[in-house]
C-alpha cells in the first residue's frame, strides 16, 4: 500500500500562474486534510473534507479551492499564485474524523512562487 | 476553540526522560488530546492519543491532569533520533466532525 501520495513533490511557479496539486489515498479512510507550513512554522489547515462530496474551510482558506472527487482523492488548487503562498502543503488522512483515530500524512508538496 | 500552548523548544539530555507540557485549557469534555511529532521537513507522525486516563505505548507515555486542562509527553528514554518538532493538537468539532488544528509545536533537541 502507498498510503497517502502527493503530487507533485517539488514545483515552481511564477506569481499569478494556477496550479492543482493532486492527493491520493488507499486507506479506504473518509477524512481528508490540507495543510500548509512555512518555513520554521507550525502546520495550518487550509480545507478539509469529511467525507465524499463535502468540504470545509480550515483556517487559511483564502486564495484556495479544493476539490474532493472521490473516496480517494482531494485536491487542492492555486487559482492565481501569490509569494506567500510559498510554503509546504501536506495532505493526510483518518478514517472517520469522528476525535479516536490518527492522521496520516503524505511526503508533502513543496510550492514555491516567484 | 480548543487552543494549544507549548513551549517553543526544550532540550533533553540523551538517555533521560524529555517531558513535554502541553495546556489545553479549553479543551471539552469529549475532545481527544493527541500528540504528533515531525522530524525535518517530513510529514507528522503520530505518536499518542487520550481522553482522560494516562496512556502508554511502545513510543511514549501521555499524562493527562485530571481536569484535563494539560497534559505532559514523556519519552521515557531519548535518543539522538527523538530530535523533532513536537506538536500536542487540539480538536475542534464541527457539526460532528473534528478538525485537526496543530499548535506552534515545542523543538526538543536530545543532546549526546
Known amino acids: 500500500n502507498a498510503g497517502v501520495t502527493q503530487t507533485p513533490k517539488f514545483q515552481v511557479l511564477k506569481t499569478g500562474q494556477s496550479m492543482t496539486l493532486q492527493c491520493a489515498q488507499d486507506m479506504n479512510h473518509n477524512s481528508m486534510y490540507w495543510y500548509r507550513q512555512d518555513p520554521g512554522m507550525g502546520l495550518r489547515l487550509i480545507y478539509y473534507?469529511?467525507?465524499?462530496?463535502?468540504?470545509d474551510k480550515g483556517e487559511v482558506p483564502n486564495g484556495y479551492n479544493v476539490s474532493r472527487l472521490n473516496k480517494r482523492e482531494f485536491s487542492l488548487r492555486l487559482e492565481s499564485a501569490a509569494p506567500s503562498q510559498t510554503s509546504v502543503y501536506f495532505c493526510a488522512t483518518t478514517t472517520t474524523g469522528l476525535g479516536n483515530e490518527k492522521l496520516f500524512f503524505g511526503s508533502g508538496t513543496q510550492l514555491s512562487v516567484l | 476553540d480548543a487552543k494549544t500552548t507549548q513551549p517553543t523548544s526544550m532540550d533533553c539530555a540523551e538517555g533521560r526522560a524529555a517531558n513535554l507540557p502541553c495546556n489545553h485549557s479549553t479543551i471539552s469534555g469529549n475532545e481527544y488530546v493527541y500528540w504528533y511529532r515531525q522530524i525535518h521537513s517530513q510529514g507528522p507522525q503520530y505518536i499518542i492519543h487520550?481522553?482522560?486516563n494516562n496512556e502508554t505505548n511502545e513510543m511514549a507515555s501521555l499524562i493527562i491532569t485530571e481536569d484535563r486542562k494539560s497534559s505532559t509527553l514523556i519519552l521515557p528514554h531519548a535518543t539522538l533520533r527523538d530530535t523533532a518538532v513536537y506538536y500536542c493538537i487540539a480538536l475542534l468539532t464541527t457539526s460532528g466532525t473534528y478538525k485537526y488544528i496543530f499548535g506552534t509545536g515545542t523543538r526538543l533537541k536530545v543532546l549526546a
Open positions: 487520550g481522553l482522560k
Open positions: 473534507s469529511a467525507s465524499e462530496g463535502t468540504t
